[in-house]
C-alpha cells in the first residue's frame, strides 16, 4: 500500500495485517488539489462529492468489513493468498534482476527463496483448510452433553486466529531496512524514491538496483527467514 495514511505504522511498522479503502477518479473527475488550500470542504461540496455519497458508501462498506471481522468465528483470512503474493512479488524480484547492468547479479539463483515460499504455501493451504473445517464444525449442532467438545473447538479456533493474526509479524525484522531502520517489514514499505508508492521486498529490491551482490545475498537469507518463521507460526499447517 505503500506510505502517506495511517496505516504506514501499523503495517510497516508493527507488522499488523491493514487495508486501503476508496474510490478512484473517473476521466470526468475534477482535479483533486491534494493537500493544497483548495484541498477543502468547499471543494468536496462543489466539485468532488456534492452529496457525499460515495463518503456515505464507503463509510458503510467499511462498517460491513469490521461487522464481518467481528461476527465471524473464524477470522476470514487467507494464508494462502499471502504465500502466492510472496510467490508473485518475488516473480518480479527476478525480472528486475535479469534486468540489470551486473552481470553477478543477472545470475543470482533465488532457489533458496523460492523453495522457502513453495514451503509456506503448502503449510498456509493446509492451515486454511484447517481453519475452514472448524468453521464448519461450529455450524454443527452437538448434544448438550457434549460440551466438553465444545469447549475444545472453541479452543482451536482462538489458536487458529492467533496465527492468522500474528501471520503478518513473522514478517518483522528488527534492524530495519538499509538505512531505514524505522520501516521493519521485509515484504512492504514505500519505495525508496517512489515517494507513496509502494515497494515489495524492498531491501533486496534496492540491493538490486545499487549491483550490491553481498547485499542481494544477505536480504534473500533474511527474507527466507522470515518466510520460514511464517511456516512455523502457521503449525507447518496444523492447527
Same mark, same amino acid.
Not at 24 to 44: A, C, L, R
Not at 49 to 70: G, N
Not at 77 to 93: F, H, I, K, Q
Given at each position: 500500500?505503500?506510505?502517506?495514511?495511517?496505516?504506514?505504522?501499523?503495517?510497516?511498522?508493527?507488522?499488523?495485517?491493514?487495508?486501503?479503502?476508496?474510490?478512484?477518479?473517473?476521466?470526468?473527475?475534477?482535479?483533486?488539489?491534494?493537500?493544497?488550500?483548495?484541498?477543502?470542504?468547499?471543494?468536496?461540496?462543489?466539485?468532488?462529492?456534492?452529496?457525499?455519497?460515495?463518503?456515505?458508501?464507503?463509510?458503510?462498506?467499511?462498517?460491513?468489513?469490521?461487522?464481518?471481522?467481528?461476527?465471524?468465528?473464524?477470522?476470514?483470512?487467507?494464508?494462502?493468498?499471502?504465500?502466492?503474493?510472496?510467490?508473485?512479488?518475488?516473480?518480479?524480484?527476478?525480472?528486475?534482476?535479469?534486468?540489470?547492468?551486473?552481470?553477478?547479479?543477472?545470475?543470482?539463483?533465488?532457489?533458496?527463496?523460492?523453495?522457502?515460499?513453495?514451503?509456506?504455501?503448502?503449510?498456509?493451504?493446509?492451515?486454511?483448510?484447517?481453519?475452514?473445517? &472448524?468453521?464448519?464444525? &461450529?455450524?454443527?449442532?452437538?448434544?448438550?452433553?457434549?460440551?466438553?467438545?465444545?469447549? +475444545?473447538?472453541?479452543?482451536?479456533?482462538?489458536?487458529?486466529?492467533?496465527?492468522? +493474526?500474528?501471520?503478518?509479524?513473522?514478517?518483522?525484522? +528488527?534492524?530495519?531496512?538499509?538505512?531505514?531502520?524505522?520501516? +521493519?517489514?521485509?515484504?512492504?514499505?514505500?519505495?525508496?524514491?517512489?515517494?507513496?508508492?509502494?515497494?515489495?521486498?524492498?531491501?533486496?529490491?534496492?540491493?538490486?538496483?545499487?549491483?550490491?551482490?553481498?547485499?542481494?545475498?544477505?536480504?534473500?537469507?533474511?527474507?527466507?527467514?522470515?518466510?520460514?518463521?511464517?511456516?512455523?507460526?502457521?503449525?507447518?499447517?496444523?492447527?
Amino acid at each position: 500500500m505503500g506510505s502517506g495514511s495511517d496505516f504506514t505504522a501499523f503495517q510497516d511498522f508493527a507488522g499488523i495485517p491493514s487495508a486501503d479503502l476508496g474510490f478512484g477518479p473517473s476521466k470526468s473527475s475534477p482535479v483533486y488539489h491534494y493537500h493544497s488550500n483548495y484541498d477543502s470542504f468547499h471543494w468536496m461540496d462543489t466539485f468532488g462529492d456534492a452529496d457525499w455519497a460515495h463518503h456515505l458508501a464507503i463509510t458503510k462498506i467499511w462498517a460491513l468489513m469490521a461487522a464481518s471481522l467481528v461476527e465471524t468465528p473464524v477470522l476470514p483470512l487467507s494464508a494462502t493468498d499471502y504465500a502466492t503474493g510472496l510467490a508473485t512479488y518475488l516473480a518480479s524480484v527476478k525480472t528486475l534482476a535479469a534486468a540489470s547492468p551486473h552481470a553477478d547479479i543477472r545470475s543470482f539463483d533465488f532457489s533458496n527463496l523460492t523453495t522457502s515460499i513453495a514451503r509456506l504455501h503448502t503449510a498456509a493451504s493446509s492451515f486454511d483448510t484447517h481453519a475452514a473445517e &472448524l468453521a464448519l464444525q &461450529l455450524r454443527t449442532q452437538l448434544p448438550w452433553w457434549k460440551w466438553w467438545r465444545r469447549v +475444545k473447538l472453541w479452543y482451536e479456533v482462538r489458536n487458529v486466529n492467533a496465527r492468522y +493474526k500474528l501471520l503478518e509479524r513473522r514478517f518483522l525484522y +528488527k534492524q530495519g531496512l538499509d538505512g531505514r531502520e524505522w520501516f +521493519k517489514h521485509v515484504v512492504f514499505a514505500p519505495g525508496i524514491w517512489t515517494g507513496y508508492a509502494g515497494a515489495t521486498y524492498p531491501g533486496l529490491v534496492e540491493r538490486i538496483g545499487e549491483g550490491d551482490l553481498e547485499g542481494v545475498e544477505r536480504w534473500e537469507g533474511v527474507i527466507g527467514e522470515k518466510v520460514e518463521g511464517a511456516r512455523k507460526g502457521l503449525g507447518e499447517g496444523e492447527g
